[in-house]
């Protein structure tokens, strides 16, 4: 006689699939934040930023540029901090045995966010760091989706609407790993387009495709995932966990390959 099946195990099947996700992309940005914490570390110790353009940037340290080169640097070191201080506000042991930290780390969090995105925009607006149109709409628009987001999550939380906290701190926090999305994008893009001959390049189409899609396909996996989260099926709960299981798989093989070939090289 088969065993009646736990009313509860689609939801833990649900929450398995986005733990695997989590884990995967939390590897992943650590890995980000390392390489630049190694790569901009030690010319910002030393005082000389000109090693920085070993690493190809639209543009990086330009000599005589004080305003320019403090933006650039403080906004890489700025995007490590956020990255790593926005994976923390996800754990839930952290939430439940140490509140007082959870609420300051979002703090820090959203603040950096703010002044990340705010210099984003100056590099690419004031100082012309930009790859086209097509690019530079993508990501003016993932930056004011951060400004937006993280002005409601911090409101709710004031007004300690929780539920409604929590999804507007987590597309925050989405929005604000679009950079690191896209260098996962472009690998993936590259393992499935080089093999056909295909070259992805700034102006190109697939780029561009990978652009928008930075911040789009997350933003539209996590208002999937609200959904079903709230769903009486337990058939979506599976599928949905199912599709963050393979989004993990994804997600690991973008993040090794761009340690492999976008962030050890240059090491």
Do not use: C
Not at 140 to 149: A, D, P, Q, R, T
Not at 158 to 185: S, T
Not at 242 to 258: D, F, H, I
């Amino acid at each position: 006689m088969p065993v009646p099946r736990s009313p509860a195990t689609p939801s833990r099947f649900l929450s398995a699939g986005a733990t695997a996700w989590f884990i995967a992309a939390t590897l992943g940005q650590w890995a980000f934040v390392l390489f630049i914490v190694l790569f901009f570390g030690g010319p910002v110790l030393d005082g000389d930023l000109s090693p920085l353009n070993a690493k190809p940037h639209v543009t990086g340290h330009v000599p005589g540029d004080v305003a320019g080169n403090v933006q650039f640097v403080g906004h890489a070191l700025l995007a490590g901090l956020v990255t790593f201080a926005g994976a923390w506000q996800l754990v839930p042991a952290l939430r439940r045995r140490w509140p007082a930290v959870h609420r300051w780390n979002g703090r820090v969090f959203l603040a950096v966010a703010l002044v990340v995105t705010l210099t984003g925009f100056y590099l690419v607006w004031v100082r012309g760091s930009q790859l086209g149109p097509a690019s530079n709409l993508s990501i003016s628009l993932n930056g004011l989706l951060i400004v937006v987001f993280a002005a409601l999550a911090w409101r709710s939380a004031r007004r300690q609407e929780f539920a409604a906290h929590r999804r507007h701190a987590l597309r925050a926090y989405l929005l604000v790993n679009g950079v690191w999305f896209l260098r996962i994008g472009i690998m993936l893009a590259g393992l499935v387009l080089a093999p056909l001959g295909i070259r992805i390049d700034y102006s190109g189409a697939p780029f561009l495709l990978v652009s928008f899609g930075s911040w789009m396909v997350p933003m539209a996996v996590l208002a999937l995932y609200f959904r079903v989260e709230r769903s009486p099926h337990a058939r979506r709960k599976v599928a949905m966990g199912g599709l963050l299981a393979l989004l993990a798989l994804l997600t690991a093989a973008g993040s090794l390959a761009a340690i492999a070939f976008m962030w050890w090289p240059f090491l």
